[in-house]
């Protein structure tokens, strides 16, 4: 884009047709860059000429009937600013015209009119629109640029409110200006944080298609989505990135290429799962990781994001690649300025994924026994990951990270036991986080003797020990949270098997808990997924109607849940290995 700049429009406004004519012949005004586009003979018709063709430049004479020029300037500074007026005045009439440079007025012309000066004049003024123009252009680009650069600045803003760097005095402004609807009145949001991960071989890959999936910059597509889901949603399932054989010997690139593509082909994926709104905030965060920030009540985010991660890890598929999808969620937070603590728990749930695996949905809420206090967070990296490795009762992996600790030189014991104290801190706040009470929040006599010590080896092993020692506790307590809740939930689907709206996502929420901890509870409890256990469970109670009643087929699939006659009789063969009537005529 290139400035141009077309011939100055220059209206003449006086009383004489004489003084008129002498302005249009007295020089060569295209030479100058400039055409005369209309002429006035007074005041009225001068504006009406000015709001009809709008010139650059208006002539006018000083004295003219009804109203003179002075007052003509004046209307037309205050309903026109850019326009350039120069008043054509005589000797006489001078200490008059002078007023008018308050006004605004660009330049004078003496009569009787030389050439010299209105050329003179000309280019003055030509020079001073030329230059304007040229700020205005290079406004006009700045301006353009950062409307380019809108969206980067946007998931920079995001990325700095997630992180707690803008003061709250300057949040409502600034999400203001990128158009995220903060207000007083909003009730709350909550946060999950999403990481996309592939596996590649050492065999070179192409990701053609995922290139064409990115044609445009994430960036570039509208950043605020709605909560509710539509039938447009399903459009996006098509095209997504599946590569042959010939296309991954066709392109090679680097493991880290593609799993920057993924990454993004995440993201645009996770754009189109929710509708246009500005109820959803969509970024990718730091560490390449896609933040969903959803503003409002709490209701069914869980449950979408749990079907969001679903579809991610079916579509985004790579020819040789297995593509992981793993998700933690944020507690809902009440507050603007509790975004930081949402986005914090949510990278917390994530990093949980090292002891129940890839591909899961984590919530916050269920790494708390019985909601217990929220972890504090230290500054220093190892001592924050210490902690978190014995709130979850990952002993083991505590004491390895405590070896490592442990490992730098220290040049006498006070300094070990610095490094002592911070430990037992660490493993105190664990102790509270999970609720523990007595002397398994605090042994004063273990953490005595920890600090009364005579040498390092004899510190050392206390150290470990008290550590491994809370670690255990903690874990125990959760072995037995999750054993109880899942005697509870068993006893609740042996009441309930009859009715057929009984589910995964229905019986979490009768135990308040996500149905992604729920399952994986089942599976490792029952050694079976939700879906098989219940359906063993309707099955045996079948068996047991067709033994000791003479109830109908369909009479037995209503009483267990499964009103469709057809696939309950389907489904009794595959599990028993016989139909109802044969299973009968055995009986009798």
């Known amino acids: ?52 063709l709008r010139p650059d430049i208006v002539f006018t004479d000083i004295y003219m009937p009804k109203m003179d020029g002075i007052e003509l300037s004046g209307i037309l500074m205050e309903r026109y600013p850019n326009i350039k007026i120069v008043v054509v005045t005589g000797h006489d009439e001078f200490e008059y015209a002078r007023q008018s440079v308050k006004l605004g007025i660009s330049d004078f012309i003496l009569k009787p009119i030389r050439a010299s000066e209105l ?57 203001l200006f990128f158009g995220i609807p903060i207000s007083s009145g909003e009730p709350g949001l909550r946060i999950a944080v999403m990481e996309v991960e592939v596996a590649v071989p050492q065999a070179k890959i192409s990701v053609p298609e995922v290139y064409q999936h990115l044609s445009e910059p994430y960036h570039q597509t509208p950043q605020t989505y709605q909560v509710q889901r539509g039938p447009q949603q399903q459009q996006h399932r098509q095209g997504q990135p599946q590569l042959s054989q010939h296309q991954t010997e066709a392109h090679p690139h680097t493991a880290e290429e593609i799993h920057i593509l993924l990454r993004m082909a995440g993201m645009k994926q996770v754009q189109a799962f929710y509708p246009q709104d500005s109820q959803t905030i969509i970024v990718m965060d730091p560490h390449n990781r896609i933040v969903v920030l959803s503003i409002g009540t709490d209701t069914e985010f869980s449950n979408q994001v749990q079907q969001l991660q679903e579809e991610l890890q079916h579509t985004l598929k790579l020819e040789g690649c297995e593509v992981d999808v793993t998700v933690g969620i944020g507690q809902w937070q009440s507050g603007w300025g509790k975004a930081c603590v949402g986005y914090r728990e949510a990278c917390r749930a994530l990093d949980y994924q090292a002891f129940v695996g890839k591909n899961q949905v984590i919530c916050f809420e269920d790494l708390v026994i019985e909601g217990g206090k929220r972890p504090y967070h230290s500054d220093a990296q190892l001592l924050q990951q210490l902690q978190f490795y014995v709130s979850v009762g990952a002993g083991e992996e505590a004491v390895l990270l405590l070896e490592r ?48 010590a005579g040498h390092l080896p004899e510190l050392k092993s206390m150290l470990e020990q008290h550590v491994r020692t809370v670690s255990d506790v903690i874990q125990a307590k959760r072995q037995a949270k999750e054993g109880n809740l899942i005697d509870r939930v068993m006893a609740y689907l042996e009441e309930n098997m009859g009715n057929a709206e009984v589910g995964l996502s229905s019986t979490a929420a009768a135990f308040y808990v996500s149905s992604g901890h729920l399952g994986r509870l089942m599976k490792k409890e029952t050694g079976q997924t939700f879906v098989e256990y219940m359906t063993q469970l309707r099955m045996r109670k079948a068996e047991t109607l067709l033994k000791q009643t003479d109830l ?24 028993i290995g016989r139909s109802m009537n044969e299973y009968r005529n055995v009986k009798s």
């Open 1 to 52: 884009m290139e400035l141009t700049v077309e011939p100055l429009k220059v209206l003449i406004v006086d009383d004489e047709y004489l003084i008129r004519n002498l302005l249009r012949m007295r020089i060569d005004w295209e030479q100058q860059g400039m055409t005369i586009i209309g002429e006035a003979s007074d005041a009225a018709e001068a504006l009406n000429q000015v709001e009809l």
């Open 119 to 175: 050329l003179q004049v000309t280019a003055k003024l030509r020079a001073a629109i030329e230059q304007e123009m040229g700020r205005e252009y290079e406004l006009m680009k700045l301006r353009e640029e950062m409307k380019q650069s809108l969206p980067y600045l946007r998931e920079r803003f995001v990325n700095q409110w997630l992180s707690d760097v803008i003061p709250e005095d300057e949040l409502q402004e600034k999400a």
């Open 405 to 452: 600790m442990l490992s730098v030189p220290f040049s006498d014991v006070s300094q070990f036991r610095m490094a002592a104290m911070d430990v037992v801190t660490e493993c105190q706040r664990a102790a509270i986080e999970q609720q523990l009470e007595g002397e398994y929040a605090l042994n004063k006599e273990a953490v005595a003797a920890i600090f009364t």
């Open 552 to 575: 109908k087929g369909y009479e037995i699939g209503q009483q267990v849940g499964i009103p469709d006659p057809h696939y309950f009789s389907v489904l009794f063969k595959k599990h």
